[in-house]
């Protein structure tokens, strides 16, 4: 560390009242002007220690806990150095045999028409991420895809495509500015407190995905009719909630189940009444075209309609989608919702 002048002391604003202190007050002044500098130095070594983070592990398991001292590195940078920027990683290394394994298996049930193993598999694939992202590329025949269809819709999961590049091999980071890089993690391992139990050290080579809990999450989606809808998919909002999170969501525009039939169209609230030739306005207990939403992939569905604003929605991601029956073909239109979350985990851009 430089020495400090005493006539540098103006130029620190928080002790500028320190100048000319009188003869009695040396020792006192420069215990101060170090004791300063020092804290400084500390909070800056410690910016990421104590942050909560979420480890998904290569073996499928999820751990949460406060970030000890040490963290890792972002092509070459200290993570404390972005504490304030950093949302999530996705590391990219080979996958193990069990998620070589799972990745299969997984293929092959989004390819199927059995609705409960599809959308367990989407889910499970999404959160594996990039060692997915070959074999999804290879699981593609030019045979004319048309949506809504999961497997194709799938790539846009694991890999958007301003972050996409040629080199499959670099890790995925994701900053809160929107920006992604591509690059290296590198660290031996990361030390976390977990919550309600004791410190443990995770290799890095167990890690697939980690991210950092945020105080505040603040996006708007665009949810189309046809594409998220109750029968086909629901949209993957990219956030993760816990127990205290809360949810807030405002949506607006309209949907219509029936092409130029006004009686069928609807506002995120639904049908008030049957539509035309129907003798009711609900479908699976929520109104036709109603915005609904759900805590994880086999998660109960909810009201969201025009604004929502809850706590203890329960654990997980949050999806979104617009109530409809098996007649979906007919649909269009949209809806855009702001969506804010509290206390929450963003894993990735909404899908």
Known sequence: MSKINPGDIRNIPMLRH?????????????????????????????????RTIRLFTRDGKVLEGSLSAGGFTVNGTPSRSLSETLLSINLAADASQRESERINADI?????????????????????GLPALTPVLNAYKDRDLREPDPLYRLFGRLMPGYAD????????IRMKNGDAMRGRVGAESLTIQLLGGSETKVPLSSIRSLALRQAKIEKSLELHALRHCTQ???LDTGVIIGAKSRVE???????R????IDGW????????????N??????????????????????????????????????????LAVNDNTHWQNNIGSFRVKLRVSDAYDVGDPQ
Do not use: C
């Open 18 to 50: 320190l100048v000319n202190p009188g003869p009695a007050r040396p020792l006192i002044l420069l215990a101060l002007i170090w004791g300063t500098i020092a804290t400084g130095g500390v909070q800056a070594q410690k910016a990421m220690s104590g």
């Open 108 to 128: 092959t049930a989004v390819q199927s028409t059995d609705r409960a193993a599809r959308d367990t598999a989407v889910a499970e694939l999404t959160e594996i």
């Open 232 to 234: 086909i998919e629901f």
């Open 249 to 255: 969501a405002t949506a607006a525009g309209y949907v």
């Open 257 to 260: 189940l029936s092409f130029a």
């Open 265 to 276: 169209a609807s506002d995120p609230d639904g049908l008030k009444v049957p539509g035309p």
């Open 165 to 172: 590049a040629v080199d499959r091999s670099l890790d995925l």
């Open 278 to 319: 129907y003798k009711t306005n609900l479908v699976d207990g929520f109104p036709f075209g109603a915005l609904v939403g759900k805590i994880g992939v086999s998660g109960q569905r909810f009201i969201v309609g025009r604004h929502l604003d809850k706590t203890g929605l329960g654990e997980g991601r949050l999806y």
